[in-house]
């Protein structure tokens, strides 16, 4: 496949951007490791490039007066896994952006990027019109659906397909989106749509909108945090199913729960259930395996993707027993 | 065979060291082979992984525990790899001491420039960086056969040996004469031409003068024909150490061994860098490559990418490889006693994976990718046989 031809600009500011992003059918190029392979591959079209990447102020990862932590949307994949103030306070982050792509892809992917990617379903990639590019059919329904949602669908059936994403709902972060108008602030557990929502859209951003900083809380004292990914391959590659852990102990017992999975369906999924489960409990091998069936009683696996309701069980059991006596 | 040598109680090393035939069972006329290592790859790779010592003590190490350990090991031979005509080589000697190797064949990754400098260096004694090789250009080379079918060491090397002949009889010939000797009686040795009986008689190739005034000694090699009613197949024996989940299904590969028997082994970098390829590979097939058409709609391929067509990455390969060589020239095969060595690597790989993966976990996969969904569905299946007995 050949690039199609298109402008490509460099703004200076936000507020140039958001002119550039006002005219027809522009898109935004951060890191481009997705971007340009959906161009490639021509899953959608962009008259006008707008690459974001001499915004200096979306780079920095610092903390706040308040001890929250906010990374510019430009800070690299890389940087997470090994910047201290993440490392540090934020470990499931660290890990998720480990699990991404490739060192190269990581080198150059950023975090607002890694939020804002396209789904992987091999049909929307492909040479199928299906409902998410705007056609009247899922082919994943009836077709090769093995690696598709269990949870979540509806007319389509994607997975969403960011590690980074489950750990920042996790930890409760927020991102910031800036237009033209006003900038809002909104939970990164609220970015993401449902297909029953909006089935050709993956974000609640508007056009012209730049999701331009996460937000992470302060870390408090007596949290824990992991996420751990099952793949196909050691590299490049997207979850089969991953989990992230967010968990407050308090004298020995759960005081506080979010559980998040990842490959599981087309948003990063929250299992509420799971977590009322576990919460005021100490963690024992019965609670575990209830709080990870309770995790898939929701589930709805189609012809080839019912493994992924065992292996979510096995892989929150597993996770949770490493905090058995914490 | 794994599940032949367990229904008998028997090893399966062992299963195979009391099968190993001396002649190709599958070939009409059952023609012997020129040679076979199997059973030194067998014994040899089995000691150095330590099989017998690994296989009684893995047992117990998998109480309680999510991830289990198991080895397995498989036993391969590849169907060609004995190589055979045409091949065509141009080997000049200058009057400097230098020489030119012309080669139609192409050197694709795998060494074979190396090596055919070593068989120029070993009949010649010209160290192999007064050696230049021009090779795999149509307009400067001769026409040669594709490198594939892991065949250009045993087809090439031999008309390399021949070219090299080719000239060393021309250059005898020309020092016979100054050093008024046969030339059946002269040897050469490290740039020097000698008497075989009187060594103090000698001449440095450079100072041959027959050569320095020709400038040049061309010499032209053919690759013969194999010998007949012979079948030449390179043999090999792998083994393997992996580690299962049995809540996800995920494996891991802790460490691979392939012992081989290619005949002679013409170079031990490139050698043990095509066994390393190989277990890649051979890794690739076991677990993570597969092609999904879209088969109950469009017929359309959907793992038409290299991100959904997964090969291995260095992730999925362990670092502890190791390559047991089983250096035994096949001297009735060709003249450098070399077969082929590449894909018979690959040949054991994914099956030695599977075998370790039924001994960590008493399933019996016969089928790849061998992927944490392959596997998770086996152990849902298993599961639910289980507590039905139960």
Known sequence: ????????????????????????????????????????????????????????????????????????????????????????????????????????????????????????????????????????????????????????????????????????????ASVEIAGAGETRKIPVEKLFVLPEQGITKETILEPGEVLTAVLLPPAEEGFHSSYRKVRARGSWDFALAGVALALHFHEGRVAGARIVLSGAAPIPWRCPDSEKIITGQSLDDDIIARAAAAAMRQARPMQHNEYKIELFKGLIAEELAAYKRS | MDALAEGIGMDPVELRLKNIPAVSQARTGNPPYTSTGFRQCL????????????????????????????????????????????????????ADGSVSLNMGASDIGTGTRTVMALVVSEELGVKPDLIDIDNA?????????????????????????????????????????????????????????????????????????????????????????????????????????????????????????????SGRVMNRLTFDSQVIGGITMGIGLAMTEARILDRNQTGKIVSGNWHDYKIPTAMDVPADIVSVPIDSPDNEANTTGAKGLGEPVTIPTAAAVANAVYNATGLRLTSTPISPLVLRRALAAMEKGTSKQG
């Open chain 1, 1 to 172: 496949m050949t690039m199609p031809n298109f402008s490509y600009v460099r703004p200076k500011s936000l507020k140039e951007t958001f002119s550039h992003l006002s005219a027809g059918n522009a898109r935004i190029h951060a890191g481009g490791t997705d971007l340009l392979g959906c161009l490639r591959d021509g899953v959608f079209t962009a008259e006008k490039v707008v690459s974001i990447s001499q915004l200096d102020e979306l780079k920095r990862v610092e903390r706040l007066k308040d001890g929250s932590i906010r990374i510019g949307a430009l800070a690299t994949v890389a940087e997470l896994t090994n910047h201290e103030l993440v490392k540090e306070g934020y470990p499931a982050l660290a890990q998720a952006a480990l699990e991404v792509a490739s060192p190269q892809l990581r080198n150059q992917g950023t975090i607002g990027g890694n939020l804002c990617q396209k789904p992987r379903c091999w049909y929307y990639r492909g040479e199928f019109h299906c409902t998410r590019k705007g056609g009247t059919r899922c082919f994943a329904m009836a077709g090769e659906n093995q690696y598709h949602c269990i949870l979540g669908g509806r007319g389509c059936y994607i997975v969403h397909p960011s590690d980074i994403a489950p750990a920042l709902v996790a930890y409760g």
């Open chain 2, 43 to 94: 014994t040899d790779g089995a000691k150095s992984f330590g099989w017998r010592e690994v296989r009684s003590a893995i047992a117990s190490s998998n109480k309680d525990r999510n991830w289990r350990k198991g080895v397995g090991m498989a036993g391969g031979m590849w169907v060609v790899g004995g190589g055979g005509p045409p091949a065509t080589i141009i080997v000049k000697l200058f």
């Open chain 2, 137 to 261: 250009d149509t307009a400067t080379t001769q026409y040669a056969t594709p490198s594939g079918g892991s065949k250009t060491v045993p087809t090439e090397s031999p008309a390399v040996r021949a070219a090299a002949i080719h000239v060393k009889q021309q250059l005898l010939a020309m020092a016979a004469e100054e050093l008024k000797e046969k030339p059946a009686s002269l040897t050469m040795k490290g740039g020097t031409i000698l008497s075989l009986a009187d060594p103090s008689k000698k001449i440095k190739v450079t100072d041959v003068a027959g050569l320095k005034k020709q400038g040049l000694i061309v010499g032209i090699g053919y690759r013969g024909p194999n010998p007949a009613n012979r079948a030449i197949n390179p043999f090999a024996a792998q083994f393997c150490e992996v580690e299962v989940n049995i809540k996800t299904g995920e494996v891991r590969i802790l460490r691979f061994l392939s012992a081989n028997d």
